[in-house]
C-alpha cells in the first residue's frame, strides 16, 4: 500500500510574544532567538520525516516567516483574528482534501522517526482524527485527520481532554521527543536530555542536562565559516552559525569591515577574529 503524503500544519506566535513562560530562560540569549530556534528545529525535524509532503507555517512574524521559509516550509498569513486554533483551521484549509497533521512549534528535540511512526498509526484508521498528548498528558502536541473529515482543532490549556472529548483517539505508544513540548525552563532541560535538535543546540545548551549553561566563549578554528542566522539592516549587526554549531553575534564594526552592502539570511561567510575572539570582519568565502 502507498504511504499517504501528509501537510503539517505548524502556527508560530509572534517571536517577541511567544513562549512567553520561557522568557529569561537563557542569559545572553534574545527571547525571539530562543522561541525561533525551537520553531526550526521542529519544522526541520517535520521536513524531515518522509511521510511529510509539505509543511505550512502560519505565522505573522516577518522574522519566524523567513527563516522558516529558507528551511523549505511554505507560509500562510496569520487570520486576523490571531490566535492557536484560528491558525491551525486557515492551515488545515489549505491542505483540503490531503491528510493533515497539526504540530505545536515548541518541540525542538522531535525526531522525524517519531513523527514517522505517529502518522504511520494515525493514517491506519481513515476515518478518524487522532491526537498526540504532551509529556505532562494535559495539552496536546500532535492533531491529525484524514481527507474530508475537519480538523476541528481545541488546542489550549486542557486541549488532550478537550481532543478527547471532541471525538480524536489519542495514538498510543508515542515516542519522546514528539511529546516533548517545552513551555517552560524545566522543559527545556528535559528536551536537552532527549537531544536537542541544530538551531536549540547552537544557543549553547546542548548536551547540558542538570542546569543551563550560559553558551561558552567561541574557539575559532584558523579558517571557520558559517551562515548568516539573523541581520538587522539597520544596526548593521546579526548572528551567524558557525559550522562548528556554535552561534556568534558579529558587531557592526566587523560587518563594515566586510565592504559587503547587505548580507541574506542563510548567506555562507568567512570570519576573521583578533586575539580574544572578537569577530573583526566578514568575508565571503572566497574572499581573502
Ligand atoms: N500563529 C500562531 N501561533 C500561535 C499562537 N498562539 C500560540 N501559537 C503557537 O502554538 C504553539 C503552542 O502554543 P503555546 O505552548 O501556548 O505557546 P505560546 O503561546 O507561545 O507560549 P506561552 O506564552 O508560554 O503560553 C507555540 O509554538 C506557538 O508559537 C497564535 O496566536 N498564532
Ligand atoms: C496550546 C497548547 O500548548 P501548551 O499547553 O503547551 O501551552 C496545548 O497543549 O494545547
Redesign the pocket.
Known amino acids: 500500500m502507498v504511504e499517504p503524503s501528509w501537510t503539517v500544519v505548524v ?3 509572534r517571536l517577541d510574544a ?5 522568557r529569561g530562560a537563557l542569559d545572553r540569549v534574545p527571547h525571539e532567538s530562543l522561541a525561533l530556534a525551537l ?1 526550526q528545529d521542529t519544522v526541520a525535524a517535520a521536513l524531515a520525516c518522509p511521510l511529510v509532503g509539505e509543511v505550512l507555517v ?2 505573522a512574524d516577518r522574522t519566524a516567516a523567513e527563516s522558516l521559509r529558507a528551511l523549505g516550509a511554505r507560509m500562510v498569513p ?1 487570520p486576523p483574528q ?3 486554533n484560528p ?1 491551525f483551521v486557515v492551515g488545515a484549509a489549505r491542505a483540503a482534501g490531503r491528510w493533515v497533521a497539526a504540530l ?3 518541540l525542538p528535540a522531535l525526531r522525524p522517526v517519531e513523527l514517522a511512526a505517529a502518522l504511520r498509526s494515525a493514517a491506519d484508521d481513515p476515518g478518524m482524527r487522532r491526537f498526540v498528548a504532551d509529556a505532562p498528558g494535559t495539552g496536546t502536541t500532535l492533531l491529525t485527520a484524514p481527507p474530508g473529515v475537519p480538523l476541528s482543532p481545541r488546542f489550549g490549556v486542557g486541549s488532550a481532554a478537550a481532543h478527547a472529548a471532541s471525538g480524536a483517539v489519542a495514538l498510543p505508544a508515542v515516542g519522546p521527543t514528539l511529546r516533548r ?1 517545552v ?1 517552560t525552563p524545566a522543559d527545556l532541560v528535559a528536551a536537552a536530555a532527549l537531544g536537542l535538535g541544530g538551531h536549540t543546540t547552537a544557543l549553547g545548551l546542548g548536551g547540558h542536562t542538570g542546569t543551563l549553561l550560559e553558551p561558552a566563549a567561541p574557539v575559532y578554528g584558523a579558517d571557520m565559516q558559517g551562515t548568516v542566522a539573523t541581520f538587522d539592516p539597520q544596526l548593521r549587526s546579526g548572528t551567524l552559525l558557525l559550522d562548528d554549531g556554535t552561534q556568534v553575534e558579529f558587531p557592526a564594526a566587523a560587518f563594515d569591515a566586510s565592504g559587503l552592502r547587505l548580507l541574506r539570511l542563510g548567506q555562507r561567510v568567512r570570519i576573521e577574529h583578533d586575539d580574544a575572539g572578537g569577530l573583526t570582519r566578514i568575508t565571503l568565502p572566497t574572499f581573502r
Not at 511567544?18 to 520561557?22: E, F, I, V
Open positions: 502556527p508560530v506566535k511567544a513562549k512567553s513562560r520561557l520553531a502560519v505565522t496569520e490571531g490566535g492557536l491558525a505545536t512549534a515548541d513540548d513551555d
